[in-house]
């Protein structure tokens, strides 16, 4: 469920949000709550295991509104009774009392957008909060009872350099999230960052890559598994709802942005608040998806290995074979210059990229993979 608001734009951010009235906001949780129960005959005889709050930033709305919208999944949907429910969290919006009301709701996962600990690094992009408030808030929720925490970092942002991302890798350490995810930043079109990017002081390519590097050393050796490309987990801690992506299983979503994957078709809801809201109160639900597209085979293998060679796991060439009738390298050619290359391995049946290959990846599976077809 998408909340597309937020206390103010980050200056690198390209996601469909925006600072709102309380009056919108009030509509738009009425046309999302109405959606979510007209939607539901969709997901008959089916378990729902996963609910994730994104946005914008969910908790910009009060605690007892995110509890009701919570409420009305449990109400349409069978929602298992160990079900992961993250609601994502800026530092700067949360208020006393908020974790609280978001625990006996059933959130047992909160994923807050921290992305640096030097606040010189977080006034450069723009974020609402203080590398403070974004300890105070691990605090409170643990407070809450909420024992499974993400925290969210960013790399190559303006002015970092390794001694700060060494601070902040300390600092979020200190905290003991659950698990933690490093993204590079990416200057998106239409960003204030891509106005300034001529003069913008960013690292190039090759300190970034030192940087995804560090962040991998630094993070294994506290205990993290390194599990995807950007995301690192203690124990059993992965993000289920994440993996459903990564693993090609079916989803539903709501809100102006977001995406669908049900039934093999793939859709999409316009980024505009205004028409989505308009749509729900007509019960024009069909002008809400304007992108379907059904994948075909050929699109359906080329998905499978773009998003499961994210994972460190990897693909099982058996599988593989069981789902698409010929073998790994049938399909994508022999894998001896890369296995001796150190970018890819071949053990226990599997294939996937090394630490080193998954950060050439992009380059690899372009040579891989074409959705041409």
């Known amino acids: 469920m998408h909340i597309p608001f937020c206390l103010s ?105 921290g992305q640096s600990a030097v606040d010189c690094e977080l006034c450069a992009l723009g974020r609402p909060h203080t590398a403070a408030q974004l300890a105070a808030t691990v605090a409170a929720a643990r407070a809450a009872g909420i024992g499974n925490i993400n925290v969210d970092l960013m790399l190559g942002i303006p002015h970092q350099n390794m001694d700060t991302l060494a601070y902040t890798l300390d600092a979020v350490l200190s905290l003991s999230p659950e698990h933690i995810s490093a993204y590079g930043l990416r200057v998106e079109e239409g960003t204030p960052f891509w106005q300034e990017r001529h003069t913008l002081p960013l690292a190039d390519d090759d300190t970034v890559a030192d940087m995804q590097l560090a962040v991998a050393a630094r993070l294994t050796a506290a205990g993290y598994v390194h599990y995807e490309v950007s995301n690192y987990a203690k124990n059993q801690y992965r993000s289920r709802h994440n993996l459903r992506y990564w693993l090609g299983a079916p989803y539903l ?28 109160e007509r019960g024009d639900f069909r002008s809400l998806v304007t992108e379907r597209h059904v994948l075909t085979p050929h699109e359906l293998r080329e998905e499978y290995v773009m998003l499961r060679m994210r994972l460190f796991e990897g693909i099982e060439e058996a599988d593989f074979t069981a789902r698409f009738g010929v073998s790994f390298e049938e399909a994508y050619g022999d894998l001896s210059r890369l296995i001796a290359g150190g970018f890819v391995t071949r053990r226990d049946g599997r294939i996937a990229f090394t630490e080193k290959g998954m950060y050439v990846s992009n380059t690899i599976l372009s040579e891989w993979l074409d959705f041409s077809l």
């Open 253 to 280: 979503g709501f809100g102006p942005g977001a995406h669908s994957y049900f039934g093999g078709v793939r859709t999409a809801i316009p980024r505009d608040t205004g028409a989505y809201l308009d749509a729900v």
């Open 9 to 113: 734009k980050c200056r690198y951010c390209d996601f469909h949000s925006a600072a709102a009235s309380p009056a919108v906001k009030e509509q738009y949780v009425a046309a999302l709550v109405r959606d979510l129960a007209v939607s539901a005959s969709r997901a008959k005889g089916m378990t729902v295991d996963t609910v994730y709050v994104g946005g914008g930033t969910p908790t910009v709305l009060p605690p007892d509104v995110l509890a009701a919208v919570l409420k009305t999944v449990r109400a349409h949907y069978a929602v298992s009774p160990d079900a992961e429910i993250t609601v994502e969290c800026n530092p700067g919006t949360y208020t006393e009392g908020m974790f609280e009301v978001l625990a006996a709701a059933g959130v047992n996962r909160l994923s807050i957008g």
